[in-house]
């Protein structure tokens, strides 16, 4: 699992703010309760003197296991005192423990080296935020995709039942989602507007999120601005080996973007890099792949097409139809 820089880090930051927040919490806390209980600090300076005892007897080697052993055992025995002192006062037992939200990692975000669970959950819900905030998609889940829009009958040109084939599609996206690896398979959903290309391609992003993988959605048309931007504004070009390195890139809705030779050159260098590496796309267009070689040259629609698994959805624009619905 990959996430970008720039989750990694916002992680790395919020850890680091629980933490300072629980150490002055901690030190306001040890202000208050010496005020009013003046006899901890007795208290305190024996631990300190246990404290460095058994640093001492650490140095005696097996000599001074038994001597350690007693000396952890006074430092229980004082502590507790302190816990009686501070309950008679009025105060939690635990009130001069610094509270920090993660006792297992002391809010550092790592156990003996590795990442402990709270920066794990905090690394899956920042990226879940990201996803959230490019594209309002808590609602496009595989469940909520209805076969209903689209037509039983077999369409006579094609020779299938477009609910049929979408059926399938829809199976096949939940078990990829389910399933997915960092060497998953790139797809490219293509067909008309308004067949649920999007929404698809949402729940595969929403579903790959929650497992903790490193997932980039967004329309063509805001990708390739941030990659000009990048490029022409003198950015570091974060964004662009953003890109190339999270663990699934999904592209909606290519070919509707301005095209240029830059953008032409970007997509190209996107799609084969990625294939070289072996991680997976998700395109979805509604062009057909004449449209798409026009705009694109059949350099780059070739080796989408070669390399790709085509998911050619069917139907009527669905945008249409729950329009007639509601009226
Ligand atoms: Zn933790």
Known sequence: ?????????????????RRRKAQRLQQAHHLTATEKLPEIAAYEAQL??????????????????????????????????????????????????????????EDTGFVGGFACDCRKTLLAELSRQALESVAPSAHCTFDTFSLDYYPLPVDAQLGVSPRKRMAEILDYCRSYAEDFGPDSESLYMHGATGL???????????????????VIYDS????????????????????????????LLIID????????????????????????????????????????????SQRITSRIIGSYVSLLFLGKDIRQIKKYDEA
């Open 1 to 17: 699992m990959s996430y970008s820089n720039s989750t990694r880090s916002k992680a790395t930051q919020i850890l680091a703010e």
């Open 48 to 105: 300190a003197e246990t404290g460095l005892a058994v640093v001492k007897a650490l140095s005696m080697g097996k000599d001074g296991e038994s001597y350690i052993a007693q000396l952890s055992q006074m430092n229980q025995t004082v502590q507790s005192c302190i816990r009686e002192l501070l309950v008679k006062g009025g105060f939690p037992a635990d009130y001069l423990e610094t509270p920090y939200t993660c006792k297992r990692c």
């Open 196 to 214: 649920g290309k999007t929404h698809l391609s949402l729940a595969i992003a929403n579903t790959v999120t929650a497992q903790g993988y490193s």
């Open 220 to 247: 063509a048309q805001n990708l390739l601005s941030a990659l000009e931007r990048e490029k022409f504004g003198g950015g570091s070009g974060e964004r662009a080996q953003e890109l190339l390195d999270c663990d």
């Open 253 to 296: 809705d290519l070919g509707s973007e301005f095209s240029t030779s830059f953008t032409v050159a970007a997509v190209y260098n996107l799609i084969n890099t990625r294939i070289n590496r072996q991680k997976p796309v998700i395109i979805s267009t509604n062009l057909t792949e004449t449209e798409l070689e026009a705009k694109y």
